[in-house]
């Protein structure tokens, strides 16, 4: 018996890279499908990917949570829609490299909204829902780069701080309603994040494919783990970041991410 049959997944930013494996995942495992990003296009042919390869409902729903007001926007219309969220995959995310001070500030107000206010409002709408009905998985998507201080993404690096510390307090809170939170914490993984953020690919060998970063989440959501960081690489780096002293880490991370 699939582990998630009878159940329906929402995932952001379903449409490509590790929301889209993740989606697939969730349907393998037999759940239901509520698919989320901005283009139409992409979403229903993942859409009818999904429901020609597994024997499951898909259901699109377009949105642009970097605008005010989307989240709520978006849990009304999946209400009225009829469906129950009983896994929330809050995975939509993007980043912005460069200096803080030459970043257009139109582009980190979006990834703010994204990253953190959409991120939040969906927990909280998702947490109560799924505690009145004593059953929930949350599966959240923050980053290697949320563990230290990271010049030059520094504004990416607090958002995905906050969503691994929002995420670790959720979990010990929603515990006793039946509702178990995951966090997984990707290092650089091949997608379209790092050209959407304005830069290239970071080229280290812990370099990990969309589809085995989505794996290693997936399987920590099924174990009920709190916290996965995929790759031996990543591990060492979050490691060796409890080690070093946080200036000396942050200066490291500026020589590397400098000149990109
Ligand atoms: N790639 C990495 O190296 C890496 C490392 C650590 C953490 N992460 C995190 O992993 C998550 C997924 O990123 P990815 O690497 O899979 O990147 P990706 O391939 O660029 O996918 C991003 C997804 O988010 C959607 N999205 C972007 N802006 C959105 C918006 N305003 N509203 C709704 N959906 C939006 C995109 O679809 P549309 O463009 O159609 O909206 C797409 O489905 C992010 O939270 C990212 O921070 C990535």
Redesign the pocket.
């Known amino acids: 018996m699939p582990a998630f049959a009878g159940r329906t997944a929402l995932v952001?930013?379903?449409?490509?890279?590790?929301?889209?494996h993740i989606a697939r995942l969730c349907a393998h495992e037999g759940a239901d499908l509520i698919l989320?990003?901005?283009?139409t296009q992409?979403l229903e042919r993942v859409a009818q990917e999904m429901t020609e390869c597994f024997p499951v409902n898909a259901a699109v729903f377009p949105?642009?949570?970097?605008q005010p007001e989307s989240a709520g926007e978006l849990w009304q219309r999946v209400q009225a829609g009829g469906h129950n969220v009983d896994i929330l995959v809050n995975?939509?995310?993007?980043?912005a490299y460069g200096e803080f001070r030459e970043i257009p500030p139109e582009k980190t107000r979006?990834m703010r909204h994204?990253?953190i206010v959409s991120f939040t409002e969906l927990m909280h709408l998702a947490a109560i829902e799924m505690a009145r009905r004593e059953w929930g998985r949350i599966l959240t998507?923050a980053?290697?780069?949320g563990f230290q201080a990271m010049p030059y993404m520094a504004e990416y690096a607090a958002t995905?701080a906050y969503v691994l510390s929002l995420s670790e307090a959720l979990r010990v809170e929603l515990a006793p309603f039946g509702v178990v939170v995951t966090c997984l914490a990707?290092?650089?993984?091949d997608?379209?994040?790092?050209a959407?953020a304005g830069t290239r690919m970071l080229d280290t060998p812990g370099r990990k494919t969309?589809e085995e970063v989505a794996r290693a989440g997936f399987r920590a959501m099924l174990r009920g783990r709190p916290l996965v960081v995929p790759g031996a690489m990543n591990k060492m780096m979050v490691f060796a970041g409890r080690l070093v002293p946080r200036a000396l880490f942050a200066a490291a991370a500026a020589r590397v991410l400098r000149r990109r």
């Open positions: 952001t930013g379903a449409s490509k890279g590790i929301g889209y989320v990003a901005r283009d992409r949105a642009d949570l970097s995975n939509a995310g993007v980043g979006g994204l990253n998507v980053s290697v780069a995905k990707p290092g650089p993984t997608t379209d994040f790092f959407a969309p």
